[in-house]
T-cell receptor
Framework: QQQVKQSPQSLIVQKGGIPIINCAYE??????FPWYQQFPGKGPALLIA?????SEKKEGRFTISFNKSAKQFSLHIMDSQPGDSATYFC???????????FGPGTRLSVLP | DTEVTQTPKHLVMGMTNKKSLKCEQH?????MYWYKQKAKKPPELMFV???????INESVPSRFSPECPNSSLLNLHLHALQPEDSALYLC????????????????FGSGTQLSVL
């Protein structure tokens, strides 16, 4: 129940494409769903986050779509750039909790 | 200043050595974390300190010993490690468990890449 599933494991798109990364969870007590971006040799950095009372959130080129009934959420990157090439982790926590559960990660490559 | 600073960036140690990893933040955050990350895997939570008290210990072996001397500093003392402990060790901080109305946004450092020979 603590697991967060994430797919695909890796993704290759052309510059300007719209990569989509999907995550699913089981624990309905989760109430906070962040996405983290990690470049090689660096720690993860918060990209965007959503709570279950909202179905969509946009920040710049990044959009989270949230489907509470399906217990799924996804990250869309509009007009992707080579600089977006990184590993993306979805995560979940509950009750303003400090114990985040991370998905296994998606390695994104954006070709020039 | 929105940085979490970790030292050293790289560390190689033998199985009989004792070493320490250090982490520092000056954002006024009252929660600090240690995560372990293996290559191509997500971060795994090890310890959480809230208001300088250990609040979460994810059943980590005793060869890892955390310490929080004050609200800005976090150490991880290492002793008698095994080769399988080789990983990227990440420190993170967040506002704190009582920051009502805000979920816990984690700020990560760049990590210490540890190799145990």
């Amino acid at each position: 129940q603590q697991q967060v599933k994430q797919s695909p494991q890796s993704l290759i798109v052309q510059k300007g494409g719209i990569p989509i990364i999907n995550c699913a969870y089981e624990n309905t007590a989760f109430d906070y769903f962040p996405w983290y971006q990690q470049f090689p040799g660096k720690g993860p950095a918060l990209l965007i986050a959503i709570r279950p009372d909202v179905s969509e959130k946009k920040e710049g080129r990044f959009t989270i779509s949230f489907n509470k009934s399906a217990k799924q959420f996804s990250l869309h990157i509009m007009d992707s750039q080579p600089g977006d090439s990184a590993t993306y982790f979805c995560a979940a926590s509950r009750n303003y909790g400090q114990n985040f559960v991370f998905g296994p990660g998606t390695r994104l490559s954006v070709l020039p | 200043d929105t940085e979490v600073t970790q030292t050293p960036k790289h560390l190689v140690m033998g199985m009989t050595n004792k070493k320490s990893l250090k982490c520092e933040q000056h954002m006024g955050h009252r929660a600090m974390y240690w995560y372990k990350q293996k290559a191509k895997k997500p971060p795994e939570l090890m310890f959480v300190y809230s208001y300088e008290k250990l609040s979460i210990n994810e059943s980590v072996p005793s060869r890892f010993s955390p310490e929080c001397p004050n609200s800005s500093l976090l150490n991880l003392h290492l002793h008698a490690l095994q080769p399988e402990d080789s990983a990227l060790y990440l420190c993170a901080s967040s506002q704190g468990p009582r920051a009502f109305g805000t979920n816990e946004k984690l700020f990560f450092g760049s990590g210490t890449q540890l190799s145990v020979l």
